[in-house]
Structures are given as structure tokens and as C-alpha cells.
């Protein structure tokens, strides 16, 4: 089996990985009742004889004894890593995965990505080493950070590229959270799109979430709970915010509902990597037939149903309306619509009791109502795993090489633009060493090439769409306009 | 003569799993309503073909089983040790740590020649195992990486491996509406090297096997297990044990051989189709009785109207008269939906055989005009009763049955390839336009001579 190794950085990727952990060692406990290190295991954590204390050699066979984390966790100040290392899951990292500094990267893509790049290069390089070390096979990487921000955009983007020169074999998959309209944060249209630049040339995949799409699917959980539509069983909250049953007893911090749906995309996206099923999806086959085209590799994903992102146990409801709600607008992870774009592919991952009959009735039902690329009217990728998720009997992850990811580079396009022609906060990050104007104007260029790429592709569907086009627009820049 | 099966990949060792599953629940399980005597014969024959027995409790399957992730083969092994009548060979699997991402390319051009040496170490060891080894049976699907990649690179290497054996590929044939986006690739890709080297490719449509477990076997939420019984169901009643010859004494000693003799008299055509009659959930069989003139017009019709199972058949459809058209325009004059053979086998198992006439698959007119309809029908029979069915019979057919599937599968790979996508996942793994531009070419080739029939 093959083990993959997770980098998170920055505030948003620390804490998303958190909750990852947390999830990921709660799903194992449950699947894996007798205590022994196996191979599913080892996908994601070491098991490490602690008992000379420290760091021991690694255990391959038998009962576990110490679990660790394959991580690495950076963050350019001190706060939430240490926060981390004083919570619940301290003990499944320790030192030597870890690097800090105190003053964060304000907020500025250069600081992260120039600054701190170069300052940290070796240390980081050395400590993916050591943790490739630790796999017997590697076979991929996630990064988790968010764009907005200036360590987990800018280093994360940097670490991005390393990984690609010292590790050229080996996947990148990357969960990039997009800044709202309404972020905090002034600079995050700069962060974004140079950021987008170092996506677009050195992943293999990039998993986009908008945190406004998360806010929303936690609100909806929320009300289905509170309206009792989710039957008598429901505790009031003892929702996605909640992870019963998970190391974690700690207050929860308002992020955290929102992180678990993340975290739950990368349980989801790597269930059939780590356990059986009758129809394997190993993670080199999600790049292989969602990304037609190297550049093309943005996939915008759902998961269904929405209960199993909670710690709710619900009468089971219809299998097919899993299926139909992973393709409306709702459930995406991103503010977009994939059934008025064009999909290059999609893939279907499902977990637990479910059949290719299901998959087939399911497929056919609603090819009708979604639009596929001239060249792959059947680009349909499916995955059968028979685990389900913890408390549930069955769940789906969608992923859709979608033209409706378009939008929201457009948006971010437009914010950038509202900046850079007034050159605004320009000269903090031009003082940065080795951060050029031209970072932005071939940064600016690189996203503009991939709007276009989307663009020719929507062309291809015809009258009706480029109306429907036209009113998107239309609905994007008067809900901005408020 | 032996067998030696080689599993590939996911859906190759699941396949194979429940084939060796159904031979031995067969012979173990049932005494196919003839005489002890005969029923030990048939025992000992199907033996000799799929286990070998030395120095172990229960059966031992003559397979070698490859994958290149471990999770499918940890489970065959496990599962065929679990059922206590039969298991594989310990050392007889080959797995690496990461499939081959349903990129041919990666199957057949790293993980071929990287692993070459130990996967041809085991099929030898395992060849020689049998006293008489007549060939080889392969199982992989074409739409994943290592099935159809590495298998299309195995199958080479069988070839110059052993050069008089015969190579007969098992392939399944994916859902039209996909598991695997690159299934087009992957399948022209293969099905034009096994054209290169193998002796006949035996084919499965997943659609098709679907179809059956809905309407025939009446199965509500269909697994890939209950597809792979009835795909093993259909085998077991090709190769398990039948006499050859009218009245023969023996049971036929190289089932494979016999097979390809009688089924591929031109290189050019080598792909094979196979129906069975009937088909029904086990708690019906007890129900239901079956006249042998019944069973055999529903075949014949199935097999001239192309019918995948005896629902939904076009009666309607009659083979063309004869001398009513001239050789060269014949056809043009052929009727809506005919299925003109080359050649075709009809495998009988069950009581009461002495009165069955199947003069009606001798019929000319079900042939291409080049062979004599002598040489161009056998059939194979033996009253030892199949799995539980009192009375069946299979067809094993060379026809234009996958003409349109196979024109299918050709123009949307095209239609893709026109438009470049995914192409450079290929070349990453040195598979470039060109090779893709010679498979079109030859499965061109290949239409064209099947519908020139
Ligand atoms: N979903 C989610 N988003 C977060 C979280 N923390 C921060 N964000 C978002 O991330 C962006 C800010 O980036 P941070 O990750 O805080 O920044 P950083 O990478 O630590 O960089 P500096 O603080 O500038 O050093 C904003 O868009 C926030 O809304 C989190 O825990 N979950
Ligand atoms: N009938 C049947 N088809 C299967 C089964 N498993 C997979 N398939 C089909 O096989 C194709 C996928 O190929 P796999 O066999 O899973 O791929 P693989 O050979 O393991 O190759 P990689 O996983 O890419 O390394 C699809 O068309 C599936 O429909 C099975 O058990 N039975
Ligand atoms: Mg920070
Ligand atoms: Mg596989």
C-alpha cells in the first residue's frame, strides 16, 4: 500500500489538518477495532516504538504503539501550531515536524513565498526528506493552506514547487481555500491570484473551496437539525461542529464546523486508497481521468449526504437524492453551479453499501440534465469502497472538472484589478527581495490564460449557455455591487 | 492438458476468483444427474485442467494472479483460502504498491518491463506444474491500467515465451457510460496488441452481463459479484469437461486448442462471443423444465439476431436465402440485423441428448461465404449436468456480434484523440500519437474485415 504525506500550512491549513487528524485517527479506530498497525494505516501514520522515549524506529507489524502523523506542520508564527501541540493530538506529531517563527507573514504573499522561502528552504526540504523516508511507497503529497493569507499562500505555493524539483514522482494534491468577497483581509485578491500562478504550473490537482460555500452547507445542517427534518434521533448540537467520539473535548473554535467538511473531502478523496472495495480508485487514477489537459486540473467537489458531515445517525434516506444532491448548487464546495457548465469529467467516489447498479441507474438518471465536453460525453469515473464513513451506511464525494469554476477566478480577477490600477499596498510587497512588478503582470497573465482556456470551452456549448453565461455575470457583479 | 490462468489486475483476479470458485462448487457440490462413472471422469478431467493437487489438502488453482496495488489480491487469496475446498498457491502472486492509475501506458511501458522477469518466473514455475500444459487463459479487463496495459505486455511475453501454447484472453468489455474516463484509450490500446498476439480474445460486456443479472437472474441491487458469477457461470460451461467427437470416449484432452481450431480459421478473426441458455436464479431452477429442441432454437435465433440472452429477442430476424445475391454485393443484400458467423460451437451438458438435431447452425446461410459450413460448426457434449441446470447449452461464436460496440468504443477514442485531451498522461510513459494512430489503424482493419463478412 502506499502512504501520502500531508504539508499544512499557514493558519487555515494548520487548522483544517487538525481536524483532518482528528477525523482520520477517529475513522481508523472505528474500522480497525483490534489495535494493529495495517496497512491502511500506515497510509496516513507512522507507528513509532516510543518506549526508549522520543523519536524510535518505526514498528511495521503488530500491535500499534505510538501513531504518528505523516505532517508537516508550518506556520510562519507561533499561535496554532502550538496550540495544537498543547490540545488533544499533541501526541501524534512531535518536533521534528514542525517549523515556526513568531512574526507571521502579514498578510503578504512576497513575505511568505520570497522571504521565508528562501530562509526556510533547507530546513522544509530536509524534513520532507526525512518524512519520504519514513513511506516505503510515496505517493502523494496534500498541501492544505489557504490562498488569501500570506504564510499558507506564499510558503505553501513555494513548498508547492520544491516538491515538484525533489520530488517529481510523487502527486500533488492541493486544498486551496479561496477568500470571500467580504474576507478580512485586504490583500487577498494579490495573495490569490499570485498564488494561482504557482497552482496552475506545478499541481496535479487542486481541490478550490470558497469558505462562504462551507458557512453555508454548516447553516444548512444546522437548520435540518433544528427543524427535526433529520428525525428525533438528532441532538441539537451534535453537528459538524461536533466529533463525538474523536480525542477532541476542547471548546470548538468557529472555524472548526467549517474545517471538518474539509476534513471529511480528504477522508473521502483517500477512502478507496486505503481500504477494500469492489471497485478501487487509487489516487493516481483521480488526475489521470478527471485532468484532460495539464492546466485543467481544478475540481470542484460535493459531499452527500449532507448528514454524514455531522455526528447525527438519520433513517435512511432515499440513495438516489445522495446521488441528484451531489450535483446541485448547494452542495458544492465552491459558489458554483456545475449544471449550467460544462463538465470535462467527472468522478464519482462512493463509500459503503452501494452497488454498481446504483452507479449505473444513477448515472443514467441524471446524464440527461448535465452537460459533458463534445469529446467525452461519457466521462464518467466511478470508485467503490465498502467502508463507510464512521455512523453511516453510505456517502458520496463528487469531483467535476467543471467550467463553473470560472466564475470565481473571474471574481478574484476583478478584485485583483480594483487593486493593481491603483497600484494599492503595491510597495509592500515590492520591497520584499526578489519580488518584481512582473510577479504580478505574468501572475495576472497566467490567470487571465486559464479564464481563457475555460472561456473556449463554454463556447462550445451554444446559444442557451452563453445566455445563461451573460446572467451569472450579471448575478456576480450586482451581489458585489451591495 | 493443463491450464494456466493469469489474473490482471482488479477486475482479472475477481473474475478469476469466482471462475475457479464455480468449477470446484461443480464437481464438488453437484453429480450433473449421470452415472458415477461418468460423473468421476468428468472430476478427473476438470481436475487435471484447473487444480493441481500435490502435497496439499484441497485443490490447488493453476493461476498466477497479478495486480500491481495489493489490496485485490490480499482479498482473492484470503477469500479462496476461506472457502476451505480450494485456494491458490502461496507463492504464486505477484503485487507492487500502487496500481497502475487506469494509464496503459503506465502498465505497459514501466510496470511491463520492470516486472517482466518475476511475473514470467511464476507463470513459469507454474507451467511447470503441469504434465501437459496446453495453454494459457488470461483475465483482465481493458479499461484500467494494469489489466489491459500490463496485460497486453504479458500476453507478449507468453507469446514468445511459449510459442506452440496457445493464448487465450478473457476480456471484459467496460460499461458504455464508464467506470474510467480513459477506458477508450486503454481499450483500443489493448485490443490492439492482444490482436498482435494472442490466439483469440473471448469477450464479456459488462453492460451486457448487467443486463442479465436484472432481467434474467432477477437481482435487485447488482454487485460486481454477482456479475462475475454469472461471467463465471458462462465460462465454467465452455471449459469444463465435453466430448469433441460424436460418441467420443475420452473427454477432450486441450480444451483450448479444440477451441481455437474449431473457432479462429483466419488469423484476422479472432474474437469470440459467448451466450448461454438458460439463465435463472437458483430458487427457480427446481421449477422450471426444458426441451433441448427449445433451448436450441432460442440459441440459433440469439445467435442470428445477435440477442446477448434469451429476453427481448428479434424473431424476426432469418438468415439471407442463399444464391439470391451475387457473391460480391452479398452484403449489401443481407437482411436489417443479421449476424453472419464464421464460426461457431455449441456445447451441450444434460440428460436426454440422444435426439437432438442441431442441423439448424448448420444452416449455410448462417456463414461467410469463404468456409465450408462443415468445418465451420462443431459442437461438444456430455450428459454430465452443468452447475446445477439440468439441461444447458452454450455457444461460443465468431461473428459480427461486437462489430458495433467495437466501432463504438473506436469512434469516441477518436473523437477524443482528435481533440488531444489526456494525451500527455500517455506520452509521460513514452507512448506517443503514433502508437495510438497504429491501433486505430489496426482495429480499422479489423472492422472493416469483420463487416466485409
Ligand atoms: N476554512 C477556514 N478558513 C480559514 C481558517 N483560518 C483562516 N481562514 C481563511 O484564510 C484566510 C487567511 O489566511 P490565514 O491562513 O489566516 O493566513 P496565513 O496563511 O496564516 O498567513 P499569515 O497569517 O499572513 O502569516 C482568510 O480567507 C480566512 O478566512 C480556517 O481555520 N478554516
Ligand atoms: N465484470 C467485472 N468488471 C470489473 C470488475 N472490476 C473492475 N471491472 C471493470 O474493469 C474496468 C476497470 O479496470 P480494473 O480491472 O479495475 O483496473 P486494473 O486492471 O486493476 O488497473 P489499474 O487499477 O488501473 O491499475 C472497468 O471497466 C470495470 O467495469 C469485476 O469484478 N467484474
Ligand atoms: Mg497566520
Ligand atoms: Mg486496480
Known sequence: MTQSVVVQVGQCGNQVGCRFWDLALREHADVNKEGIYDEALSSFFRNVDTRSGGDGPDIYKGKICSLKARALLIDMEEGVVNEILQGPLRDVFDSKQLITDVSGSGNNWAVGHKLYGSQYQENIVEKLRKAAEHCDCLQCFFIIHSMGGGTGSGLGTFILKLLEDEFPEVYRFVTSVYPSGEDDVITSPYNSVLAMKELNEHADCVLPIENESLFDIVNKIHQMANSGKLGSTVKRNSLVTSSAGSAKTAQEKPFDAMNNILANLLLNLTSSARFEGSLNMDLNEISMNLVPFPRLHYLVSSLTPLYTLADVNVPSRRLDQMFSDAFSRDHQLIQADPKHSIYLACALLVRGNVQVSDLRRNIERLKPSLHFVSWNQEGWKTGLCSVPPVGHSHSLLALANNTCVKPTFIELKDRFMKLYKKKAHLHHYLHVDGMEQSCFSEALSSLSDLIEEYNELDATKGQSIYEFACMSVWATTSYSGV | ?453
Open chain 2, 1 to 453: 492438458m493443463s491450464i494456466v490462468t493469469v489474473q490482471l489486475g482488479q477486475c482479472g483476479n475477481q473474475i478469476g476468483h469466482e471462475v475457479f470458485n464455480t468449477i470446484c462448487s461443480d464437481v464438488r457440490d453437484t453429480h450433473g444427474l449421470c452415472s458415477k462413472k461418468e460423473n468421476e471422469s468428468y472430476r478427473d478431467a476438470c481436475k487435471e485442467r484447473f487444480f493441481c493437487e500435490e502435497q496439499s489438502e484441497v485443490p490447488v488453482a493453476r493461476a498466477v494472479l497479478i495486480d500491481m496495488e495489493p489490496k485485490v489480491i490480499t482479498q482473492t487469496l484470503s477469500m479462496a483460502a476461506r472457502s476451505g475446498y480450494w485456494k491458490y498457491d502461496d507463492g504464486s502472486h505477484f503485487c507492487q504498491k500502487q496500481g497502475s492509475g487506469n494509464n496503459w501506458a503506465n502498465g505497459y511501458s514501466v510496470h511491463g518491463p520492470r516486472h517482466k522477469e518475476a511475473i514470467m518466473d511464476l507463470v513459469q514455475k507454474e507451467a511447470e506444474k503441469c504434465d501437459r500444459l496446453g495453454g494459457f487463459f488470461t483475465i483482465m479487463s481493458m479499461a484500467g491500467g494494469t489489466g489491459s496495459g500490463l496485460g497486453a505486455f504479458v500476453t507478449q511475453c507468453l507469446r514468445d515465451a511459449f510459442p506452440t501454447s496457445f493464448l487465450l484472453n478473457h476480456v471484459i468489455w467496460p460499461y458504455s457510460t464508464g467506470e474510467v474516463i480513459v477506458q477508450n484509450y486503454n481499450s483500443v490500446l489493448t485490443l490492439s496488441h492482444l490482436y498482435k498476439s494472442a490466439d483469440a480474445l473471448l469477450v464479456h460486456e459488462n453492460d451486457v452481463v448487467h443486463k442479465i443479472c436484472a432481467q434474467l437472474m432477477n437481482i435487485k441491487q447488482i454487485s460486481f459479484r454477482d456479475i462475475n458469477q454469472v461471467i463465471a457461470h458462462q465460462l465454467g460451461s465452455v471449459f469444463q469437461p465435453a466430448y469433441t467427437a460424436e460418441g467420443g470416449l475420452c473427454y477432450s484432452r486441450n480444451p483450448l486448442g479444440d477451441l481455437m481450431e474449431t473457432l479462429v480459421p483466419h488469423p484476422e478473426f479472432k474474437m469470440l462471443g459467448l451466450r448461454n441458455i438458460p439463465q435463472m436464479p437458483e430458487n427457480s431452477l427446481a421449477y422450471s423444465t426444458f426441451s433441448w429442441p427449445g433451448l436450441i432454437k432460442h440459441l440459433r435465433q440469439m445467435l442470428i439476431a445477435n440477442a446477448k440472452m434469451e429476453e427481448g429477442i428479434d424473431w424476426q430476424v432469418q438468415p439471407p436465402r442463399l444464391g439470391s445475391s451475387i457473391p460480391s454485393s452479398h452484403s449489401i443484400n443481407k437482411p436489417l440485423h443479421f449476424n453472419t458467423s464464421i464460426a461457431n460451437l455449441v456445447i451441450l451438458r444434460g440428460k436426454d441428448m440422444h435426439s437432438i438435431d442441431l442441423g439448424s447452425f448448420r444452416d449455410p446461410s448462417l456463414y461467410t461465404s469463404w468456409l465450408n459450413p462443415k468445418d465451420a460448426f462443431h459442437s461438444w457434449k456430455t450428459l454430465r449436468a452443468f452447475n446445477k441446470y439440468e439441461k444447458s447449452a452454450s455457444l461460443v461464436s465468431n461473428s459480427q456480434f461486437l462489430l458495433k460496440p467495437l466501432d463504438n468504443i473506436v469512434g469516441k477514442a477518436w473523437n477524443m484523440f482528435a481533440s488531444k485531451a489526456y494525451i500527455h498522461q500517455y506520452t509521460k510513459f513514452s507512448i506517443e500519437e503514433e502508437d495510438f494512430l497504429d491501433s486505430f489503424t489496426a482495429l480499422e482493419q479489423v472492422i472493416s474485415s469483420y463487416t466485409s463478412l
